[in-house]
């Protein structure tokens, strides 16, 4: 009796130094199996166990996930590294909170699985008890032995304490491994932000793609190891026939690939058909290639890039207010190079490039709007300087009201006008009346005089041109047929376009889409046209002298210009029209048009039609001190009748004299060695005359 009452106090001050080492090892331990391992040792010979081990909850999966053991002179017990809750008895306490003893597991029938390892391994007994704290159930921690009941009541008591000292270990390890989680995370999420914020600012600052794109790649390989980056927008290409929309493709606008070997690079055209790229434009949402598959998508740059040693890429979509506008690709030479958090990371910078880049295009877009505004404003002005400003088309005589039906059932449509009449007859008032009365009214009316530019300048005048396009060019022009963009361009004196430059003018009328000069940018336009001409361009088209073509395109509604001599019954109100203007102007009162002087003017056969009229009406304001007009009549050398003696003579001496220099020219009229340089005029002046003499080829 003695013995037992000595032995037990040993056994007890055994447990107690136990029981301190194992406080000990928690506060040093922060490793589950180092952990294991040393409180084994104090415990041994306190408590009989040949197996510890302990295991954790996974609340993800909602099973108990064995995290540490330890074998004492035995061969390593091969439990199941996870088991669902209700297989396993360490499920049951954590459940519970409360410790399980296994007394005769040889004839357990719970937990079969379990049970099955543990017999197979000599295990007799066991018992399992909770790793818990006041604020969780953890796990539990299990002493299995091979003898037989080898655990009493006062073994669990103390074994309950060592479990309440490894849950205070476990809880402080899971929280502080929480917690350095957390911290990482938020530094992660930090530095994201941070870099999403520097992202952010570069694409406020930079409204050039070709600025802004370098600018993002360097963020983007501060986060993302990579190789490769590109950036490819969509534009329309060149128009075909029998499609109603214009074609889509893909430019590469950035690129950023140090280790390239030159298969891809910017401003490359990415076809649209079997790619990465169409995919993602066509779904909204991004793609991964990991690995590479060429089978899948054969089209677009993922040959070149598998060729210049990509081996996995994510394609993200930029999708603007409007639609697509383009993609974002981002590459690596190794595979699986990429993560989640960096798709996560990529889509948010992709959502702000592709702002950045509906920003950017928007700003080109408005500047190229205000520089094209800005030389509308002066050639407007120029226009408001020139020599016509008429407000209203004067006369009732049948003949100009049929025109001006005609005129108004013309304006509503886009169709081409072609203007046809002598000299000053009023052709560029038609054209204006044509574009009032359209739906292009509010848009810039355009005007051209193909005759007073030199042939040289004529193209670039009617193109435009790029700096550095030809010597002298300095800056960049925009020409008239992009001024008119929208509106009605009016060219005069279509007739003298050279030669060479038709076949420009007929493209851009026909499939409305010209290049500057210098450029092989392909620009579209949406103008109306309307010419005017005092040639008769049927008779040039049968010389060879005016494209047939051309004319075809131009004489698509043909309108004839009266000359003044046949609405003869609208001079007098042509008169008093020009006579009230030039009183205002001249700041004169002229109340009185005589009779004979009006008859006279209305005898009269005005070659110059119009402008004739008007300039001798200005003049005579000019000569009229008084409330009468006084009109020169006798500068017209008219008689009663309106017939000219003197002025016979004065033709028939200069019908002698271009005959005669003529027939020297062998019939050429323009040139330098032509009729018309050796006359000192003008061609249009000389063919004028030519027809107003009635000279034909016949007579030389």
């Not at 002698?656 to 027939?663: D, G, H, K, S």
Request: with cysteine; hydrophobic share 40%; aromatic share 6%.
């Amino acid at each position: 009796m003695s013995e037992v009452q000595v032995a037990q106090p040993d056994l007890e001050q055994q447990r107690y130094q136990a029981l301190l080492c194992v406080t000990d090892s928690v506060s040093l331990n922060d490793d589950p199996n180092a952990l294991l391992h040393e409180i084994a040792k104090p415990l041994m010979g306190t408590v009989s166990f040949d197996f510890l081990h302990f295991v954790l909850h996974d609340p993800l999966t909602n099973s108990m996930c064995l995290k540490a053991s330890e074998t004492l002179g035995a061969p390593q017990l091969p439990l199941p590294e996870s088991l669902p809750l209700d297989e396993t008895p360490s499920g049951w306490v954590w459940e519970h909170r409360q410790p399980l003893l296994l007394h005769e597991i040889k004839s357990e029938t719970r937990y079969p699985q379990v049970m099955e390892v543990l017999r197979a391994s000599g295990i007799q007994s066991g018992c399992i008890l909770p790793l818990a704290t006041r604020r969780q159930s953890l796990g539990a921690l299990g002493f299995l032995s091979r003898k037989e009941k080898a655990y009493q009541d006062s073994d669990i008591q103390f074994l309950q304490r060592v479990a309440g000292q490894v849950s205070l270990a476990v809880d402080n390890v899971t929280h502080r491994k929480n917690a350095l989680a957390y911290q990482q995370q938020l530094a992660a999420d930090r530095d994201q932000l941070q870099l999403l914020l520097e992202v952010n600012n570069l694409l406020v600052s930079n409204l050039e793609v070709s600025e802004l794109f370098p600018a993002v790649a360097a963020c983007l390989r501060r986060v993302i190891r990579h190789n490769y980056v590109s950036l490819s927008l969509l534009e329309a290409g060149p128009r075909r026939p029998g499609l109603e929309k214009e074609p889509q493709l893909l430019r590469v606008r950035g690129i950023v690939f140090p280790d390239s070997k030159g298969l891809i690079h910017n401003d490359l055209i990415v076809p649209l058909e079997n790619s990465p790229n169409e995919w993602v434009l066509a779904h909204r949402e991004p793609l991964l290639l990991d690995p590479f598959d060429t089978k899948k998508f054969s089209g677009g740059v993922t040959t070149q890039m598998w060729a210049e040693g990509v081996r996995c890429a994510y394609w993200l979509p930029l999708i603007g207010r409007n639609g697509p506008l383009g993609t974002l690709s981002v590459g690596s030479l190794q595979a699986h190079a990429f993560t989640v958090r960096d798709f996560d990371w990529l889509k948010r910078v992709a959502s702000q490039i592709a702002i950045a880049v509906e920003n950017a295009l928007a700003f080109r877009e408005i500047a190229e709007l205000k520089d094209r505004f800005a030389h509308e404003k002066l050639y407007l002005e120029e226009e408001i300087r020139s020599e016509y400003n008429f407000t209203e088309i004067v006369g009732h005589s049948p003949v100009l009201q049929r025109i001006l039906r005609q005129v108004k059932t013309v304006a509503d449509t886009n169709a081409t006008v072609l203007v046809l009449g002598e000299t000053g007859t009023g052709k560029e008032l038609i054209a204006r009346a044509i574009h009032d009365l359209s739906r292009r009214r509010d848009q810039t009316f355009v005007k051209l005089n193909c005759a007073a530019i030199p042939t040289g300048l004529l193209e670039s005048e009617l193109f435009g041109h790029e700096r550095g396009a030809f010597t002298g060019a300095i800056s960049q022009k925009i020409g008239r047929l992009e001024l008119a963009h929208k509106g009605t361009l009016f060219l005069d004196e279509v007739g003298d376009i050279p030669l060479e430059l038709q076949p420009k003018l007929l493209r851009a009328l026909q499939e409305r889409e010209f290049e500057r000069l210098g450029s092989t940018k392909t620009r579209r336009i949406d103008s109306r046209l309307i010419a005017a001409t005092n040639r008769d361009l049927a008779h040039m088209v049968a010389e060879g002298s005016f494209r047939s073509d051309l004319y075809y395109r131009l004489s698509v509604f043909p309108l004839r210009i009266p000359p003044l001599r046949e609405r003869r019954e609208d001079i007098p109100l042509l008169v008093r029209y020009f006579t009230q203007k030039y009183c205002r102007i001249l700041n004169r009162k002229v109340e009185i048009i005589p009779t004979e002087t009006m008859a006279a003017l209305v005898r009269w056969e005005w070659p110059g039609n119009i402008r004739e009229l008007e300039n001798l009406i200005e003049r005579a304001v000019i000569l009229s001190p008084a409330s009468v007009l006084n009109v020169p009549l006798p500068e017209l050398f008219v008689s009663s009748n309106g017939h000219n003696p003197k002025l016979d003579r004065l033709e028939s001496a200069e019908r002698e004299q271009i005959l005669r220099v003529l027939r020297e020219t062998a019939g050429v009229i323009g040139g330098p060695a032509g009729a018309a340089a050796r006359l000192g005029v003008k061609r249009t002046t000389l063919n004028f005359k030519m027809k107003k003499l009635g000279i034909s080829r016949a007579d030389l």
